[in-house]
């Protein structure tokens, strides 16, 4: 599927071997062993070489505050991924798309308003957002700008917002056609 990737079944933590690979020449490096410590040294190996851009495969969520300040660039958590796409195969005939956040604590949606709709037609200050959802950007036009509370909804935007996880049923029913 990826025609200009190499996969390398080497020690990924060995300087050695990433440099008998060229792996400065790479412009992405993705370490994905069983172990997360080995994936994330051998990203920030690969970082050392000048990768621009590299990744971890790391299963505990907790590691992924420490990555970034190390210098990995991107950490990929199979369980927050598997979730994303469990909640794009379940979305509702309102959302485009559903993302989780940070420990499964709040997600991005993206719906379009219908006509029909609660929120359409409604000033976003007084349409009854839950407390703990943002409107975070709304594309009307091919135009994106950010909201404020006096902006109006109308038929055929696209939203992006996110919500506190409690809140999302919520929110999904705002866009919710009768």
């Not at 660039?73 to 195969?89: A, E, Q």
């Not at 005939?93 to 929120?119: M, N, P, T, W, Y």
Request: glycine residues 4%.
């Amino acid at each position: 599927m990826l025609l200009k990737a190499e996969v390398i079944n080497a020690d990924a933590t060995s300087m050695d071997a990433l440099k008998r690979d060229r792996l400065e020449t790479s412009s992405v490096f993705i370490a994905a062993t069983d172990k997360d410590d080995r994936n994330i040294l051998a990203a920030l190996l690969a970082k050392e070489l000048g990768t621009p851009h590299c990744m971890a495969v790391v299963r505990q969520p907790d590691f992924s505050m420490l990555t970034s300040r190390l210098g990995v660039d991107h950490t990929l958590i199979p369980r927050v991924i598997f979730g994303s796409h469990i909640l794009d195969m379940t979305l509702s005939a309102e959302c485009l798309a559903r993302s989780v956040l940070h420990k499964e604590q709040a997600e991005i949606i993206e719906f379009v308003v219908r006509d029909g709709a609660r929120v359409s037609g409604q000033m976003l200050s007084a349409a009854g957002f839950p407390r703990g959802s943002l409107m975070a950007a709304i594309v009307r036009a091919n135009k994106v700008f950010i909201p404020t509370g006096k902006d109006v909804l109308m038929p055929r935007d696209r939203v992006v917002m996110i919500a506190k996880r409690s809140t999302v049923p919520d929110v999904i029913r705002m866009f919710a056609t009768p």
